[in-house]
Structures are given as structure tokens and as C-alpha cells.
């Protein structure tokens, strides 16, 4: 087990590899094409990341939401256009979709009448934005079970063929 590093304020790299108990030597020595050196700069914020190294750490620690933060925070397309989606329990994203999804269906007819003349007036701007929001809220959802199905996968409690056999 790699030695741990006393340093304050590690970015999410540092600590995921950390968690795994895994050296930078190690590290590298299962990822198969990051160095050791590669990995410290990583770490320490000398530099970014490109998005096969990030790919390969959160294959290597068991850490899919790797790649979304890498998204959200490190990729300049993914900043303007990825949302940070944040690791939850599966009753906690069970019950944020369906909270949302019984509070838009009252807003079905409103979205309607909205959008039937593909017009969006003055007056109805405000439901439009707040319809758009609860619209939004079930994406990021979605895409947290999404995150919570591949950490399942790599810690091995879920069988990815399995799933993949479900699917089809």
C-alpha cells in the first residue's frame, strides 16, 4: 500500500487514488500508459488531464464519476454544455425523479398551451423558464442513475453483460 500524502486540499484525483490504497507507481503500473511523473502533475494541478488518462483512472479506481467531473470541470466544451452530477444512493435518485416527475405532470397542459402556436409570449415566459427547470432536473437525474449503474458495474456489483443482455 502506497504511502499517503499529508498535502491539504487534494484535487478529486489524488483523493480517488488514494482511496483505492494505490501508489502512483502502482497506479501507473495498472493504468499502463500514465507514468508515475504524469500522475504527480496531475495531482498537484501542473497539469490537466487529457480524457483518455482520466477514462483509464476511473477504470483503474473504480470511479466512474471521474469522467463526468473531468466534463463538467476540465473539458472546455464539457464546462459550457456538461452538468456536475454528484454520486447518490439509488432511493435518493428514485425519489428525486419521481418527486419531479409527479410535479411536471401538472405542468403538461401549461407546456401545451405554451407551445402550441410555437410562440412564447410575455406572460407565459415564466412557466416556460420554470417547466424548463423541472425538465432539466430530470436529465441530471437520469444521468445520476446513470453514474450510479457504472460505479455498480465497477465495483462489481452489477454485471455489465448482464445489463447489456437486459437492454436488447
Known sequence: MGKKSVKENKN?????????GMSREK???????V???????IESEKSLPHPDEVLAM??????????NY??????PIGIEY???IHLKDLS??????????????DDKNRLIEISADSNITE?????????????????????SLQLWIKNMIAEGKIDEEKLKEAKS
Not at 27 to 33: D, L, V
Not at 35 to 41: F, G, T
Not at 92 to 105: F, G, K, Y
Open 123 to 143: 406572460d407565459e415566459f415564466v412557466d416556460f423558464v420554470n417547466i424548463q427547470d423541472k425538465l432539466n432536473k430530470i436529465s441530471r437525474t437520469a444521468d
Open 35 to 41: 507514468s508515475p511523473e504524469r500522475i504527480e502533475k
Open 27 to 33: 497506479a501507473s503500473e495498472a493504468m499502463g500508459f
Open 58 to 67: 476511473s477504470q483503474c479506481y473504480k470511479k466512474a464519476q471521474l469522467c
Open 70 to 75: 473531468y466534463c463538467s470541470h476540465d473539458c
Open 92 to 105: 435518493q435518485i428514485v425519489l428525486e425523479m419521481l418527486a419531479t416527475l409527479n410535479s411536471i405532470n
Open 12 to 20: 478529486i484525483y489524488h483523493i480517488s487514488r488514494e482511496e483505492t
Open 82 to 84: 456538461v452538468p456536475e
